[in-house]
């Protein structure tokens, strides 16, 4: 572990992971494992976000409030940054250090619908976690879960301890699938509020789509949520 780590140990205004909601996320995600590695641990916590919370990429966050772990922890589905955010919180809050990391990266698969509301194939701040085991970094990214990766013919991500899990190179059928182009480093909490900046200017249809679907629900709910 170098020097660095202990700041990616600490509670930080997004990756707040002294909060009830990520404890109640770990403990749950730990249930009956506690006497687990640091390792097994990290392993537990990336499947945990992984598979339970399924990725949308159709309704990103265009609050900075939206990327507040506490907040994805008790939400059912989300797209990369979240995720990220949700497990560097969680391995924080279980003792591994962790940052929440970007990178530059182009889906040779993107599907029509998405391909519209972005009006290219770039994701720009595509999330993925640093960690520390054992003296080691580790990228992994807990985006895609498995019963999405199932039905559209894509390589699940497995983390396991040893190796990285970052890259969906390929899909099942060897065809390129997701290329990155730009690492951006990795932070101790994320810099949303020039995240958001840069999706409204990159995304204005994506952006706007999602506002709308905000706005659907807290009419629906009576207000804000």
């Given at each position: 572990?170098?020097s660095?780590?202990p700041?990616?140990?600490?509670?930080?205004?997004?990756?707040?992971?002294?909060?009830?909601?990520?404890?109640?996320?770990?403990?749950?995600?730990?249930?009956?494992?506690?006497?687990?590695?640091?390792?097994?641990?990290?392993?537990?916590?990336?499947?945990?976000?992984?598979?339970?919370?399924?990725?949308?990429?159709?309704?990103?966050?265009?609050?900075?409030?939206?990327?507040?772990a506490?907040?994805?922890?008790?939400?059912?589905?989300?797209?990369?940054?979240?995720?990220?955010?949700?497990?560097?919180?969680?391995?924080?809050?279980?003792?591994?250090?962790?940052?929440?990391?970007?990178?530059?990266?182009?889906?040779?698969?993107?599907?029509?619908?998405?391909?519209?509301?972005?009006?290219?194939?770039?994701?720009?701040?595509?999330?993925?976690?640093?960690?520390?085991?054992?003296?080691?970094?580790f990228?992994?990214?807990?985006?895609?879960?498995?019963?999405?990766?199932?039905?559209?013919?894509?390589?699940?991500?497995?983390?396991?301890?040893?190796?990285d899990?970052?890259?969906?190179?390929?899909?099942?059928?060897?065809?390129?699938h997701?290329?990155?182009v730009?690492?951006?480093?990795?932070?101790?909490?994320?810099?949303?509020?020039?995240?958001?900046?840069?999706?409204?200017?990159?995304?204005?249809?994506?952006?706007?789509?999602?506002?709308d679907?905000?706005?659907?629900?807290?009419?629906?709910?009576?207000?804000?949520?």
């Amino acid at each position: 572990m170098n020097s660095a780590t202990p700041t990616f140990l600490a509670p930080t205004h997004f990756v707040d992971c002294n909060s009830p909601e990520i404890g109640e996320f770990v403990s749950r995600s730990l249930d009956g494992a506690r006497d687990l590695s640091e390792t097994g641990k990290a392993i537990r916590l990336f499947d945990a976000v992984r598979d339970g919370i399924r990725y949308n990429p159709f309704d990103i966050g265009t609050s900075a409030d939206d990327y507040r772990a506490s907040r994805i922890a008790v939400k059912p589905s989300n797209y990369c940054v979240p995720k990220a955010i949700l497990l560097t919180a969680a391995l924080r809050n279980a003792g591994i250090a962790a940052a929440v990391g970007f990178a530059d990266v182009r889906n040779h698969l993107n599907s029509a619908k998405l391909a519209e509301l972005m009006g290219t194939d770039l994701f720009i701040y595509h999330g993925y976690v640093a960690l520390w085991l054992d003296g080691k970094q580790f990228k992994v990214t807990p985006a895609f879960n498995t019963e999405m990766c199932e039905r559209f013919g894509v390589r699940q991500l497995i983390f396991d301890g040893k190796s990285d899990a970052l890259f969906h190179e390929f899909d099942a059928n060897s065809q390129r699938h997701m290329e990155y182009v730009h690492d951006r480093g990795w932070f101790a909490d994320p810099p949303i509020e020039q995240l958001l900046r840069e999706f409204h200017a990159m995304y204005p249809k994506l952006w706007q789509s999602s506002a709308d679907r905000v706005a659907v629900r807290d009419d629906a709910f009576g207000g804000p949520q």
